[in-house]
């Protein structure tokens, strides 16, 4: 099952944690010729298949013989950064079978190591993420300083080199315009909300991801623990928000979505992405109960342009539109509400 398979209820959709590292005597990536790149993250890849993950398995994939449809796939999965997508050539992808694991080498640092999870799930993923990073550690030797930690390309990320990150829906406090205060507050202490594909990229149906900015003179637990705190907080505060929504309106909003997403012909990302947000704050309020095969999270990727490439080829928008239509009608046909 992938990540995102799992069934959610809950505003924290996703938690991820990211460790960035270098090797030491081997200058930054943006330093490097593509000859040297090439060498340089063959030769890590190499090192860490020597390592012994207790059972986890990681497949090499070649970024460089990988086309954009794929690519851009993997970035809807959240797999891969934006970023690593763009620039392949001579980047290399280690994924676990379940997508929640990723090592991309040559990325902006010559490792990012990733774990995703579903759900609220910061401690279990920093735990996985710093295992990985012991192990690799065991046969690579990462550039740190005493005074400065672990050097990074990017000044932001040294110290710890750690972004963690939890995955927010937040209708609820997007609609009633509380999203703004508590961005100012939260990044009084550090955090910062990012778009739905992490720094610069933009918010999409109300997702947000809320992260750590300080990386220097805190731990790796601290920070973990901190945006943790914060997280549940906000998780707190749009639950307690849901409550005071009026219910025959919210119902029929919701109702209106379901109809559309079950009987339309064709539908946009961006209109399928507005409907399904309402659906999940609908079976969040527990007023439309899908069955437990419904995974909303797994159908919103699924929906995603490049996803349908995969399926489809490189078919017109209108083409996609038809066809994410016919998903979603698949996907509702058997309920009713």
């Avoid at 990012?112 to 990985?132: F, H, M, N, P, W």
């Avoid at 550090?190 to 805190?218: M, P, W």
């Avoid at 998780?235 to 219910?247: G, Q, W």
């Avoid at 919701?254 to 399928?272: D, N, V």
Wanted: charged share 25%; proline share 3%.
């Amino acid at each position: 099952m992938l990540w995102y398979e799992k069934k959610l209820t809950t505003p924290a959709i996703s938690s991820r944690i990211r460790l960035a590292r270098n090797i030491e005597g081997i200058p930054f990536p943006s330093n490097l010729s593509p000859e040297k790149m090439q060498e340089t993250n063959k030769m890590i890849c190499e090192s860490i298949k020597q390592c012994n993950f207790d059972g986890l398995k990681l497949r090499e994939i070649n970024m460089t013989n990988l086309g954009d449809i794929e690519s851009y796939a993997m970035v809807e999965r959240h797999c891969i950064s934006p970023n690593f997508a763009r620039n392949r050539d001579g980047r290399i992808l280690l994924l676990s079978e379940d997508e929640s694991v990723s090592v991309m080498i040559g990325e902006e640092d010559h490792l990012r190591i990733q774990v995703l999870g579903a759900g609220e799930c910061l401690t279990e993923a920093y735990s996985l993420c710093d295992k990985l990073e012991t192990e690799i550690s065991r046969v690579l030797k990462f550039s740190f300083d005493e005074k400065l930690g672990y050097l990074t390309e990017c000044p932001t990320n040294l110290g710890t080199g750690l972004r963690a990150s939890i995955m927010l829906h937040l209708p609820v406090l997007e609609s009633t315009r509380q999203l703004n205060s508590i961005a100012d507050a939260v990044s009084k202490i550090g955090l910062t909300f990012r778009g739905f594909y992490g720094e610069g990229s933009d918010s999409k149906a109300s997702f947000y991801q809320l992260s750590n900015q300080i990386t220097l003179g805190v731990s790796e637990q601290s920070a973990v623990e901190n945006l943790k705190n914060i997280a549940n907080q906000i998780i707190a505060k749009e639950n307690e928000a849901l409550l005071l929504l009026d219910r025959f309106n919210l119902t029929d909003t919701a109702c209106r979505s379901f109809g559309i997403l079950k009987y339309a012909r064709k539908l946009s990302t961006e209109e399928m992405m507005k409907h399904m947000t309402r659906l999940m704050l609908s079976e969040r309020a527990g007023i439309i109960l899908l069955p437990d095969s419904v995974k909303l999270m797994s159908v919103f990727i699924g929906a995603q342009p490049s996803m349908i490439r995969r399926i489809k080829g490189d078919v017109s928008p209108t083409e996609r539109d038809k066809f994410r239509a016919d998903l979603l009608r698949e996907t509702f046909k058997n309920i009713d509400v």
